[in-house]
């Protein structure tokens, strides 16, 4: 690995196959150190990443998708920057987006979220969950070898989301298509293009009827709940608002659960010791999957920008500093996790990660991308007698090729080809 002082993350092509021996040796020099090439604060450590995610007070979201790209409106000086930051929001890429949002307005725009995620409508959509896996299962398995990214991680998690706000049928393949094309690349790409405008905006024009016309005409569905929800003094949100919010479950909540299920089954498909553990022991999945969101944490981190002079893990941090929480790092921090590196599916505090973040901006689909990831694995297991990484395609064990979307936001395998034997009731 060349020079630390010389690796640009957030550019270099080498760190997306393969970023920890970077983060690692971040955190080994100190975990919370500023990088040469962007002026960005890493923050590898994982208490240091806890004490900025659950101090919303100081630390702002405002760039919370964009990081250091393209830049702050104006130069941000002074040992307090709050008022600079209201100022010039509303000139920041995403800037309408929940994550980027600081409380109280983010508070109550999450509760309008929090009526369409609720324990009771995961439930309901859980029981779906095993019914939408095997329709897209009959296509997946048909011909013994299959894409695990494009032909059943992204297919799966997108009818999923599509059931639990409840879009219409007849447009669902519709915004597949427009999702694959703007999936993996864009926020976060490590090329030289710098993000303009929202990729979300193609579902406003498509949510804004759908919500109108709940309001007009309510029904018994997912769509009225939520066209219908109040914040929590009672006022009734503007239609883009709950557009947002619908919007911004439907892509986020895909990707990144999209990625979560790579990274799972290249595993499986790679451990034929783990694969028939998981196959005798199905109560181990969960933790299984938990184990999956540390190692491989869909998204590498997250962004923050310091409102007023303050210090972390003791080191300064003055107002106006863009700090990066690398969750990827956090999450093999070696104070909290012995040997880190390695996958343990039995790992008593695996759930510790922080792959969803923390504190106010925990991600409030976590548990809707759980359940995706166990019902999607124990389908696959219940339906197949064997799981394998296709040689032809990625190569032999031991010197395998896999590529990774290049992006310093998200983590996650482009293209997962496996082969599979069907199980014995369905190979007759």
């Not at 941000?76 to 980027?100: A, K, Y």
């Not at 299962?137 to 032909?151: M, N, Q, R």
């Not at 006022?235 to 909540?253: H, K, T, Y």
């Not at 895909?254 to 028939?276: F, H, M, N, S, Y």
Request: with cysteine; hydrophobic share 35%; charged share 30%.
């Amino acid at each position: 690995m060349k020079d630390l002082e010389a690796l640009d993350f957030f550019r270099d092509e080498e760190l997306v196959a393969d970023p920890y021996p970077y983060f690692e040796a971040l955190r080994g020099k100190c975990p919370v150190q500023r990088e040469p090439h962007h002026d960005v604060m890493m923050v590898t450590g994982y208490d240091e990443a806890l004490q900025v995610y659950n101090d919303t007070d100081t630390f702002s979201s405002c760039i919370s998708v964009t990081g250091p790209f393209p830049g702050f409106p104006v130069p941000l000086e002074g040992d307090d920057v709050s008022e600079l930051i209201e100022r010039h929001r509303g000139e920041l890429p995403m800037n309408d987006q929940l994550p980027t949002l600081d409380p109280p307005l983010h508070t109550a725009h999450r509760a309008l979220l929090m009526r369409l995620i609720t324990p009771k409508r995961l439930k309901e959509n859980e029981a779906s969950m095993w019914r939408l896996a095997d329709r897209v299962l009959d296509d997946f398995l048909a011909d013994g070898e299959g894409d695990a990214i494009d032909g059943f991680a992204g297919p799966f998690t997108l009818l999923v989301i599509a059931d639990l706000l409840g879009m219409p049928e007849q447009d669902r393949d519709e915004f597949a298509r427009t999702l694959r094309r703007a999936s993996g690349g864009g926020i976060g790409g490590t090329g030289d293009e710098t993000l303009a405008h929202s990729p979300l905006e193609f579902l406003y024009e498509r949510f804004v009827p759908y919500i109108e016309d709940r309001r007009r005409e309510p029904r018994d569905d997912v769509l009225t709940g939520l066209a219908t929800a109040t914040f929590p003094d009672g006022s009734v949100p503007e239609v883009e608002d709950v557009v947002r919010v619908a919007a911004n479950v439907f892509a986020a909540g895909q990707e990144t659960t999209v990625r979560l299920l790579g990274a799972a089954l290249k595993q499986i498909a790679e451990d034929p010791d783990l694969q028939r553990t998981l196959r005798s022991e199905r109560d181990r999945i969960s933790n299984f999957v938990e184990e999956t969101l540390r190692v491989e944490s869909p998204i590498k981190g997250d962004f923050r920008l310091a409102r007023v002079s303050t210090t972390v893990g003791g080191v300064d941090v003055p107002a106006g500093t863009i700090l990066m929480l690398v969750n990827a790092a956090a999450n093999r921090d070696p104070r909290h996790f012995d040997d880190p590196a390695a996958f343990d599916p039995s790992r008593k505090n695996a759930r510790r990660h922080i792959a969803f973040g923390r504190g106010a901006h925990t991600c409030p689909g976590a548990p809707l991308a759980r359940a995706e990831a166990r019902v999607g694995i124990e389908r696959l297991l219940d339906r197949t007698a064997d799981i394998r990484v296709s040689e032809r395609r990625h190569g032999p064990a031991g010197e395998r090729r896999y590529r990774y979307v290049p992006t310093h936001i998200l983590r996650g395998l482009t293209h997962l080809t496996l082969e599979f034997t069907p199980a014995a009731d369905e190979a007759r």
